[in-house]
């Protein structure tokens, strides 16, 4: 037996929550790629709720797995992408 444990959701990429994404990703010189994938995460949740919400692809490499792991330019990366989101 299955059980749905969220909704998909899908966001137009002119958006308002995209659009400030890839505008403070252009401010620290990233080039990001806009698209779908078929996880799911707490965006599926909070977008159900009415929550606009994105998950941004930080790089991990084997995810999910014990050998999961990070380079550390992409997670200095990402964090200067979520300071410049969040003060944008």
């Known amino acids: 037996s299955h059980q749905r ?8 990429s002119d958006e308002p ?3 400030r994404a890839v ?7 990233l080039n990001p790629a806009l698209e779908a994938s078929g996880g799911g ?4 949740i909070l977008n ?3 929550v606009k919400s994105v998950v941004l692809g ?3 490499k ?9 380079d550390l330019n992409d997670l200095v990366n990402v ?3 979520v300071f410049e989101i969040a003060t944008l």
């Open 58 to 60: 930080v790089g991990f």
């Open 17 to 19: 929550i995209i659009k």
């Open 23 to 29: 505008e403070a990703a252009g401010r620290i010189k």
């Open 62 to 70: 084997n995810p999910h797995s014990k050998n999961e792991s990070m």
């Open 5 to 12: 444990e969220f909704n998909g959701y899908f966001i137009k």
């Open 41 to 44: 995460s707490d965006a599926n």
């Open 79 to 81: 964090a200067e992408l």
């Open 48 to 50: 159900e709720k009415g």
